[in-house]
């Protein structure tokens, strides 16, 4: 079966409609197991007494959808004791199930523009033409090319797709839907797997830098981040080492007192000090997880490298393993100008990862396939919009599903 298929099938009845419906069931369920609701309010004996976890965690479910990791710890407590062991295996599926449906309608939502961008654009070509021809062709090689999907990339599946539409004898272009987005993919899921898991520091407080040029959303990734992470039951230290841009750093000190996480940052010092400075208040304090934000000033690239040398000599100093991620943070909307970044960045430090940010601002999704062609890092985070739940962790089948549901 192919890539298309697959993925038509795997998000079936991912509907609005559905959703509605699974939530309804949802909540039946819940005030099922509600015998008696006393107690509801009195967290500390819920921890205790088996009975009551599962009151807390069904209010969780029907009024807080957004406290995983307090629910995934009173699941553990509930597990152990075995009458209930049955109720909460299929609390934890339907809460699994539901979170995935989150996710998949914030790619949605978050590709609105691509999908009504490119994509749609795809989707007409087989309107106008019924019948494969040397048009069709150029024609979509400038679509795809306008979609930022990167040169070299168009040129290599337009000689796939020649050659598939010859061999297999293809005159109808609705038949090549299907082919189309396959043989478009799949640079991305049959070469080797680029995991898009974050790394943590199994030994130390981990480490996370975060570089990219200014305006591409450093800081408001690094809020998103922490959040998420916060959510997951980790105490995270955001670190301002902006010091360069005025205001750099305050800006993210707002946003530490919004998240609810905690904050080291000084204005007009040396970066590598405030890192230093910021890791021993981490290690004093038992942060879990450190977020450095950082200047990115391309312009002059030697300074750059040796600010980037020496804020990881101090954490090589500090954090046994050093930093266990570096992530570039890029702007889809910059296009083609993104991928020539990352190419710089790649010169003067190690990335292990990349954030795309600002895909709900763009009609031009194929950036994705850009990025794994020309640069050959990992996307381990999207940015698809503004709030503090728009960042996902990349995941190539939902941003497919994203992109081409209304074709499937
Ligand atoms: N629409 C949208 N805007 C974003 C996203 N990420 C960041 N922004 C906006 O981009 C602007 C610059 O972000 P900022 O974090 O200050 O960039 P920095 O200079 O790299 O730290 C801000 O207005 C953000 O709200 C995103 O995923 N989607
Ligand atoms: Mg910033």
């Known amino acids: ?4 298929s697959k993925i038509k099938n795997m998000f079936k009845g991912y509907d609005e409609e559905e959703v509605v419906e699974e939530e309804k069931i949802e909540t039946e369920e819940d005030e099922e197991v509600e015998e008696s609701t006393e107690e509801v309010e009195k967290e500390e004996i819920a921890i205790e007494d088996s009975q009551e976890s599962v ?14 990791q307090e629910t995934v710890e009173k699941e553990e407590i509930v597990e152990e004791k ?6 909460k295996k299929l609390f934890k599926k339907k809460d699994k199930e539901s ?10 939502k978050g590709l609105t523009k691509s999908r009504q961008g490119f994509v749609s654009k795809l989707a007409n070509l087989t309107t106008k033409y019924n019948k ?22 168009v040129m290599d599946f337009m000689d796939r797709l ?21 043989e478009l993919f799949i640079i991305y899921v049959n070469d080797e797997v680029l995991s898009n898991k974050i790394n943590y520091n199994e030994n130390d407080v981990s480490v996370i830098l975060f570089i990219g040029v200014n305006g591409v959303g450093k800081t408001t990734t690094i809020a998103k981040i922490a959040n998420k992470l916060k959510d ?15 205001g750099a750093v305050e800006q993210l000190r707002e946003w530490s007192e919004k998240v609810g996480v905690g904050f080291f940052g000084k204005e007009d010092s040396d970066p590598a000090s405030v890192v230093y400075d910021g890791i021993t208040m981490a290690k004093d304090e038992d942060y879990d997880v450190v977020l450095v934000d950082t200047a990115g000033r391309l312009q002059n690239k030697v300074n750059l490298m040796k600010e ?3 804020m990881n000599k101090v954490i090589d100093s500090l954090v046994d393993g050093g930093a266990c991620e570096t992530l570039l943070v890029l702007d889809a909307t910059t296009g083609q100008n993104g991928i020539s970044q990352a190419n710089a960045f790649k010169e003067i430090t190690n990335i292990t990862g990349i954030v795309l940010t600002k895909l709900d601002g763009t009609a031009k999704g194929g950036i994705v396939l850009a990025i794994k062609e020309s640069v050959g890092i990992p996307v381990k985070y999207i940015g698809l919009g503004e709030t503090k739940d728009d960042l996902q962790s990349f995941d190539i089948e939902k941003y497919i599903y994203g992109l081409f549901k209304d074709m499937m």
């Open 308 to 310: 980037l040398e020496k």
């Open 132 to 153: 494969v021809t040397e048009e069709y062709f150029e024609e979509l090689e400038e679509i795809l090319i306008m979609a930022d999907i990167g040169v070299n990339t």
């Open 99 to 108: 979170e995935e449906k989150k996710s998949v309608k914030i790619y949605e």
């Open 162 to 182: 020649r050659d598939r539409v010859k061999k297999e004898n293809i005159e109808d272009p609705e038949l090549l839907k299907e082919i189309i987005v396959d």
């Open 1 to 4: 079966m192919g890539l298309f």
């Open 55 to 68: 009151e807390i965690e069904n209010e969780d479910d029907s009024e807080e959808e957004e406290i995983p």
């Open 232 to 246: 997951e039951g980790k105490k995270v230290l955001m670190v301002g080492a902006d010091t360069f841009r005025a």
């Open 82 to 87: 075995p009458q209930k062991k049955e109720k």
